[in-house]
């Protein structure tokens, strides 16, 4: 057994009794038929290692941490150009907030709230010819796993209740910093958010991130060694929204979390992570993932502070 193998077994088993305060989301509707005592961790380490316990074979909805995917493919796209539509300061608020969106004439704080997102689905529907395919398609490439699908299920529950992310799309729409049809954009988006993946999975998909760019398993160079400095940077400040601060203090690693319960981290030069665990807190993260974070990185003693 190596280290992390050893801690991760160690904490993994204080946390079978984990008081649990959160609650799964249930604003989309499909994500309510969750069970909620699933919990999975896989951490993948720069040589390809994987260490995987409990859950993480089992697949759960990927939703915002989709949100890393679609940066990467439009910063490959536009580079620094990127920053005219969407900003990269953290906003302080929660995922779905209107208010600074009024304020600032349509730009959102960043890539990883919804409006930023969306302007990114926008920006992937303007340059790619199949952007649904090729958003898959990327995710296989990644994880050299085909078997990833969206779940339409949970597109269809999401797009039937997204009130809230519509009229984001529209205060943007009116701004000018949405070039597409609505409807198209948000079909989109809402495909994005439903990948259905498996810790196994992502962790893998994620670990360019901790080696400049570079996918360590299969050698591709996925983003420039600049262009993911940008991106951890974003994920650090942006990446768990009003909890970024919280997330940054107590785990001390740039990551993302969705709204399914997946948290995702990066070491740099080290590891990938990813927790599952469907209840959240009130901002919306995995209670226990980041609890599970914390204690990680305080027993190996490696944040990247
Ligand atoms: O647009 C939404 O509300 C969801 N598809 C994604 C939100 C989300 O995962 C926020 N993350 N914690």
């Known amino acids: 057994m190596n280290q992390y193998e050893t801690v991760l077994h160690h904490i993994?088993?204080?946390?079978?009794?984990?008081?649990?305060?959160?609650?799964?989301?249930?604003?989309?509707?499909?994500?309510?038929?969750?069970?909620?005592?699933?919990?999975?961790?896989?951490?993948?380490?720069?040589?390809?290692t994987q260490i995987s316990l409990g859950d993480a074979h089992q697949p759960f909805?990927?939703?915002?941490?989709?949100?890393?995917f679609s940066l990467v493919l439009a910063y490959n796209i536009l580079g620094e150009d990127l920053w005219k539509r969407v900003d990269v300061e953290p906003s302080?608020?929660?995922?779905?907030?209107?208010?600074?969106l009024e304020l600032e004439l349509g730009i959102p704080r960043n890539p990883f709230i919804n409006a930023g997102a969306i302007v990114l689905a926008d920006i992937l529907i303007s340059h790619l010819q199949n952007p649904k395919e090729d958003f898959l398609k990327f995710i296989h490439q990644l994880t050299n796993d085909h078997s990833i699908q969206y779940?339409?299920?949970?597109?269809?529950?999401e797009k039937s209740v997204a009130y809230r992310n519509y009229s984001l799309i529209n205060?943007?729409?009116s701004f000018g910093n949405i070039h597409n049809d609505i409807d198209t954009v948000m079909?989109?988006?809402?495909?994005?958010?439903s990948v259905n993946i498996t810790c196994e999975q992502l962790s893998k998909a994620v670990l360019f991130f901790a080696n400049?760019?570079?996918?360590?398993?299969?050698?591709?160079?996925?983003?420039?060694?600049?262009?993911?400095?940008?991106?951890?940077?974003?994920?650090?400040?942006?990446?768990?929204?009003?909890?970024?601060?919280?997330?940054?203090?107590?785990?001390?690693l740039p990551g993302k979390s969705g709204v399914g319960g997946g948290i995702m981290a990066i070491h740099p030069g080290l590891y990938s992570v990813v927790v599952f665990s469907p209840k959240l807190n009130k901002k919306g993260n995995s209670t226990k993932g980041m609890a599970f974070l914390e204690r990680l990185t305080s027993e190996l003693n490696n944040s990247i502070f």
Do not use: W
């Open 12 to 48: 993994f088993n204080d946390f079978k009794t984990f008081e649990n305060s959160g609650k799964k989301a249930t604003y989309i509707p499909e994500l309510a038929h969750v069970d909620e005592n699933l919990f999975g961790v896989s951490l993948t380490c720069l040589n390809g």
């Open 61 to 68: 909805s990927i939703q915002s941490i989709s949100k890393v």
């Open 92 to 100: 302080g608020d929660t995922f779905n907030s209107l208010i600074l």
């Open 151 to 157: 779940d339409l299920k949970v597109f269809n529950s």
């Open 171 to 173: 205060l943007m729409k």
């Open 187 to 193: 079909d989109f988006y809402f495909r994005m958010c």
């Open 212 to 252: 400049d760019g570079v996918h360590p398993i299969s050698k591709e160079q996925i983003l420039t060694p600049k262009g993911n400095r940008r991106i951890n940077a974003i994920m650090q400040l942006c990446g768990f929204y009003d909890e970024a601060g919280e997330f940054a203090y107590r785990v001390g």
